[in-house]
C-alpha cells in the first residue's frame, strides 16, 4: 500500500493549553510523535500545523510541515486539508491520521493499521485493545467499540462506537485508538459528509462514516498507547522517560 502519514497538531486545548509543545524528556511531545511515524517506515511524514511555533519546532528537527487553518473544526479536517497542500507533491492512496498526542506509541502498531484495508470492501481502518481496567470500561474519556470478528480474531469490523460500555453481558471489551488509516476516496467523502445525529450525541465523528454506511475495519493491538490530554497526563508521560 501507498501510505503517507499526516499528523495534525494545534495549540489549542482546553485542557492542556499548548499540548504538542510540551516538553517530554528535552523536546516537544509532537517531536516524539514525528519520530514514532517515521520509525514505522511505510511512507513520508507530515505535520498538518495550525500554528506557527508548531511549523518552527517541526522544521528545526528536519521534519515536514504545512499549515492548515487554526479554525478547523477536527483533526480529520486539518488532515484532509493539508493533503490538499500536498497533491502535486505526494500522490498517495492511503492517508494515516496519527493523531499527535500519542507520544509513546508503538511504530509496529501504525503499521498495523493498514492490515484491514487488505479487504478492498473497508473504507476507513483503525485500531482497538482489549479494555483491561474498571476504569477503561467505565470513563466516558475511553471510546468503546462493539466489533464483529472472523477468521482468527485479529481482524473485525466496527458495529457501533460509544463512551458507553458496550456491549453487554459476557466477553471482551475494546478500547478504541483513534488512529486512522482512510482510502484517499473514503478521506474525500467523509469530509463532505455532514455531522450527523449520533455523532452529535456521542461527540464521536467516527459515528458520521458509520451512519453513511461507510465501513470501517479493526485491527486489534496488545495494548491502547498512552494519549496525553491532561496535565496529569504528561506527568505521566514524563514519567516514562526517566
Known amino acids: 500500500m501507498n501510505a503517507l502519514i499526516i499528523i495534525p497538531a494545534r495549540l489549542a486545548s482546553t485542557r492542556l493549553p ?7 524528556a528535552g523536546k516537544p511531545m509532537i517531536l516524539h ?9 511505510i511512507g513520508p ?5 495550525a500554528d506557527e511555533e508548531i511549523a518552527e519546532s517541526v522544521l528545526r528537527s528536519g521534519g515536514k510541515v504545512v499549515m492548515t487553518d487554526p479554525n478547523l473544526p477536527s483533526g480529520s479536517d486539518r488532515v484532509y486539508a493539508a493533503l490538499q497542500q500536498l497533491s502535486k507533491e505526494y500522490d498517495h492512496d492511503i492517508i ?3 493523531q499527535g498526542d500519542l507520544p509513546l506509541v508503538d511504530p509496529k502498531d501504525i503499521c498495523r493499521v493498514l492490515q484491514p484495508l487488505e479487504n478492498p ?21 475511553v471510546v468503546k467499540v ?11 469490523r466496527a458495529l457501533y462506537f460509544s463512551r458507553a460500555s458496550i456491549p453487554w453481558g459476557e466477553g471482551s471489551l475494546w478500547h478504541h485508538v483513534g488512529i486512522y488509516a482512510y482510502r484517499k476516496a473514503s478521506l474525500e467523502r467523509f469530509i463532505t459528509l455532514p455531522e450527523s445525529p449520533l455523532e452529535k450525541r456521542e461527540k464521536l465523528e467516527q459515528l458520521r ?14 495494548q491502547a498507547p ?12 514524563r514519567s516514562f522517560f526517566k
Request: charged share 25%.
Open 209 to 222: 462514516a458509520l451512519e453513511a454506511d461507510m465501513k470501517i475495519g479493526c485491527a486489534v493491538i496488545e
Open 33 to 41: 510523535v514525528l519520530e514514532r511515524a517515521i520509525q514505522a517506515e
Open 18 to 24: 499548548n499540548k504538542p509543545l510540551a516538553e517530554i
Open 96 to 98: 494515516i491520521n496519527l
Open 146 to 156: 462493539a466489533c464483529a470478528f472472523s477468521g482468527n480474531g485479529k481482524l473485525g
Open 45 to 49: 511524514v507530515v505535520v498538518a500545523a
Open 121 to 141: 470492501s473497508i473504507d476507513i481502518a483503525t485500531l482497538i485493545a482489549p479494555i483491561c481496567s474498571d476504569f477503561e470500561k467505565t470513563a466516558s474519556s
Open 226 to 237: 498512552f494519549g496525553v490530554d491532561t496535565p496529569e497526563d504528561l506527568e505521566r508521560a
